[in-house]
T-cell receptor
């Protein structure tokens, strides 16, 4: 089955440590995204990538970094500079229709807890 | 800033009833809207989408209505089932940069057997 795989499902880190969240898709989608979800809130965009070796900041990129070396993979690093890293992180992908309108397909998320 | 919001944070219905979840948006440039369903501990699941050149679209047991005059979006679920219990989000894409969806806060739908 095609889909988006995020790993691990739960992640625990000590404050001051960088941590990398994995996202892999086998949908052959061009675009990939990272969203953050906090309790009782909607999703907020961290970074997105429309094509390999290219990515743009979203609305809350500070304290995060990404890479897009392969079409299938879009890892997110949460750095020690991120002030409130504890959250539910969601990766998504979409096809590129050229019109800007296509639904995002989401993975099942990684819950990161930093203490 | 402009945003997408929801009128009701929670909705409780009886199994078999029809459910209506509402969403108000403020960005007049929005031209694409999506409804997502999110179950606990999982990622959002695509339900249905609609473009701004339409005012109604139907899927399996779901209908999305778009009223551009009052900037209102609704999701209707027919014959609601306990498995429909989840958080429902509306999202908009103003079209300036695809994938940059703006999400509402979500409505919790609870279906009682």
């Amino acid at each position: 089955d095609g889909g988006i795989t995020q790993s691990p499902k739960y992640l625990f880190r000590k404050e001051g440590q960088n941590v990398t969240l994995s996202c892999e898709q086998n949908l052959n989608h061009d675009a990939m995204y990272w969203y953050r979800q906090d309790p009782g809130q909607g999703l907020r965009l961290i970074y997105y990538s429309q094509i390999v070796n290219d990515f743009q900041k979203g609305d809350i990129a500070e304290g995060y970094s990404v890479s897009r070396e392969k079409k299938e993979s879009f890892p997110l690093t949460v750095t020690s500079a991120q002030k409130n890293p504890t959250a539910f992180y969601l990766c998504a992908s979409s096809t590129f229709y050229g019109t800007g309108n296509s639904p995002l397909h989401f993975g099942n998320g990684t819950r990161l807890t930093v203490t | 800033g402009e945003s997408v919001g929801l009128h009701l944070p929670t909705l409780s219905v009886q199994e078999g009833d029809n459910s209506i979840i509402n969403c108000a948006y403020s960005n007049s440039a929005s031209d694409y809207f999506i409804w997502y369903k999110q179950e606990s501990g999982k990622g959002p699941q695509f339900i249905i989408d609609i473009r701004s050149n339409m005012d109604k679209r139907q899927g399996q047991r779901v209908t999305v209505l778009l009223n551009k005059t009052v900037k209102h979006l609704s999701l209707q679920i027919a014959a609601t089932q306990p498995g429909d219990s989840a958080v429902y989000f509306c999202a908009e894409n103003s079209g300036t940069s695809y994938g940059k969806l703006t999400f509402g806060q979500g409505t919790i739908l609870t279906v009682h057997p």
